[in-house]
């Protein structure tokens, strides 16, 4: 009996999940725990029990492309040049997170009290941008004292501010680009009064 009830929860977990991913595809970090629960035929329990919070729905929906972000970050890591290297990365997270519906509002799930489950999708981000961030660094291609949370935070600013505009990725990546050139041309350095 035992073997049954696991492959049951097996079975409901992978119903669960595969619903959610087309739920959050259409609606975002905003998609309805009742409607996944009843379009996979389970009850809103099962799904709780499952994901005991719409952060640790987001977070497996999420999962494979915050795995693909973390390879991404390890085969930039040999580049010529680190600030090359980081930026190009960070480019790649704000171009997936602006097209991967739910993926920011992973990213930005404050863990509050939830303390337990944290946030694994934001932790590994950061932990995939710090080999990227402590060479830009060392080469002085970045300002002293920047983490990766600083790094995954602006990610999810700018992707949360443009995901209703009529092209996200394009305003998102604007934007992104914009902060990274900073709001005044090179050639000016006069700083405003």
Known sequence: MPERRRADAARNYARILAVA???VAVHGGAASLEQIARVAGVGSATVR??????????????????????????ELAGADDGR??????????????????????????????????????????????APLLARAAREGAVAAGLTGEDLVTLVVGIVLATE???????????LFRLAVAGLSPEHRTATPH
């Open 164 to 174: 209703h505009r009529p092209d996200p990725a394009a305003a998102a990546d604007r």
């Open 84 to 129: 090359t290297a980081l930026l190009t990365w960070l480019g790649d997270v704000v171009a997936y997170s602006a097209t991967a519906r739910g993926l920011a509002a992973a990213l930005a799930y404050d863990a509050g009290p939830d303390l337990v489950h944290g946030n694994s999708c934001a932790q590994t981000l950061q932990d995939a941008a």
């Open 21 to 23: 991913e087309e739920e």
């Open 49 to 74: 029990r499952h994901f005991p919070t719409r952060h640790a729905l987001l977070e497996a929906v999420s999962r494979q492309r915050i795995e693909a972000l973390r390879v991404r970050a390890r």
